[in-house]
């Protein structure tokens, strides 16, 4: 019958789409006879498998967003004036995947040192601190969240030691150590003040990055600090 709009035509049922997933089959790309999963699904696909296989496709998804990377952003910026809104929930849901993801990788950290606060046992609201007192010096080379990634991958770290603490111990740590150190602002330029200093046992830290300058980030001030003797 024909001239009937599609919409009127009876509903033929739909044949269930059976592909034959051969067991082997080789790579348009590569050449390459690979086993069945080596290859994504394509439900257009006789076989119901593509072509070419995971490794080339993925090869080729990699070198088409490099070049193309100019028209995505492009698109991307003509998308996000159309419904900013859209744009608006879908970054802050980013935002909290990131945020969980981190936590996660936080707690597996955690794990890997213990789980609980290294001089009361808590468990909640830990954080990692530096015994040695070289915090300072790690912040320099390493974000926080790359240190907690690089713990998850390699263990414990052997360049830093790190123990955990929870908030309360930490702090209380902190304002010990603080009454136990004398700071004392040392110009950078003071070289002959400096090696004094050292030589009466102060350990010098720079801190101009710590330091708010109103007219930019010149690092001027050294931190020389000394623990003073407990007993
Ligand atoms: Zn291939
Ligand atoms: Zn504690």
Partial sequence: MPGRPRSE??????????????????????????????YHHD?????????????????YMHEYGIAHREERREADRIRRARDPEHYRQYEENRREEQIAKI???????????????AKCGATEELEFDHPNGDGFEHRKIERPNAMLLRITREGRLTDFELQLLCAQCHLEKTREERALMTFRKVSLND??????????????????????FPYGTVSYHLRAMRRKDIE
Avoid at 9 to 38: A, F, L, M, Q
Avoid at 43 to 59: F, H, M, N, T
Avoid at 191 to 212: A, F, N, P, V, Y
């Fill in 9 to 38: 035509r009876p509903e033929r049922p739909k044949k269930p789409k059976k592909p034959v997933r051969p067991r082997r089959k080789r790579c348009s790309v590569c050449g390459v006879v690979k086993p069945g999963d080596e």
């Fill in 43 to 59: 439900s257009e696909a006789p076989d119901g498998l593509r072509a070419q296989c995971k490794e080339c496709r993925s090869e």
């Fill in 103 to 117: 936590k996660a990788v936080r707690k597996e950290a955690e794990q890997v040192y213990g789980g609980k606060c």
């Fill in 191 to 212: 070289k002959r003040r400096m090696k004094e200093l050292r030589e009466q046992g102060m350990s010098i830290t720079e801190i101009g990055e710590e330091l708010d």
